[in-house]
Every structure is written in C-alpha cells, then in structure tokens.
C-alpha cells in the first residue's frame, strides 16, 4: 500500500559516458543534469513499483530540480525520492541529490501511475 513517506534510493559511479560532455548537455567532464534526473526517476519509481496492483507502472510527468553543484569523475552520486503526496493516481515526491561530498541537486519530481498495458497500447497507436 502506498503511503507518504516511503523513499527511495538509486546510486551510480560518474563515468566519461555519463559526463556532460559524453551526454551532450555541455562539454566538460563532468556529471550532467540529464543523468542526474534519469537517477532521480529510477529511485522513484523503484521505490513505489512493489506497492503497486499487477499490471500498474508509473511514469515521470513533472521535474522541478536544480542542479546546484558539480561532480567530477570518479566519485559515487546517489539520489534519495520520498514520496510526500499521494493524490488519486498522482504521485509527488521531494528529491535529493548527493555525492560523495554533499548536495548536488534537489527539488521535486512527480509521476502518475498508469496501467502498463493500456498505455503502451496508446502509445502504439501513434504509430500507425
């Protein structure tokens, strides 16, 4: 059962392929924003995917983060979600970024839950 409260946690080395130079999101070697919400996602959705009912996911559908520090190569970023608001399917969470100096980022991110089959049936339909 979800409840607010529940956290979540995902870690990652910083690596040349997850530098922003690599990632294309500017052009020094260092941890680049994009990898940087992708770890955030992956601590959130990991942190509720047990709670939900067979067949339910969740997808991002709102970031408001700020990348506030840099993280050369080489050192371990790890991304802490707790879930601070349940509304119906609609799903909020406070987020914090750190490596192994301090805070590097920081915000809010929210995900909706969907029924896995159903959405990715609509998404098909875009194809045809």
């Known amino acids: 059962m979800l409840e607010t409260g529940l956290q ?3 870690e990652e080395m910083v690596t040349e ?4 130079a690599k990632m294309g999101s500017g052009e020094l070697p260092v941890y680049a924003t994009p990898c940087m919400i992708a770890l955030i996602e992956k601590a959130a959705w990991t942190s509720v995917a047990g709670e939900l009912e067979e067949g339910q996911g969740t997808v991002g559908t709102a970031l408001d983060v700020k990348h506030v520090a840099s993280t050369p190569l080489g050192l371990k970023v790890t991304a802490k979600t707790t879930l601070t608001e349940i509304d119906g399917r609609r799903l909020v969470f406070k987020v914090e970024v750190n490596d192994e100096k301090g805070l590097i980022g920081e915000g809010t991110h929210e995900r909706f839950i969907i ?3 159903k959405f ?3 998404a098909q339909q875009k194809k045809a």
Do not use: D, P, T, V
């Not at 392929?17 to 922003?20: D, R």
């Open 8 to 10: 979540g946690f995902a």
């Open 120 to 122: 990715l049936k609509r």
């Open 115 to 117: 029924y896995n089959e």
């Open 17 to 20: 392929e997850k530098s922003a």
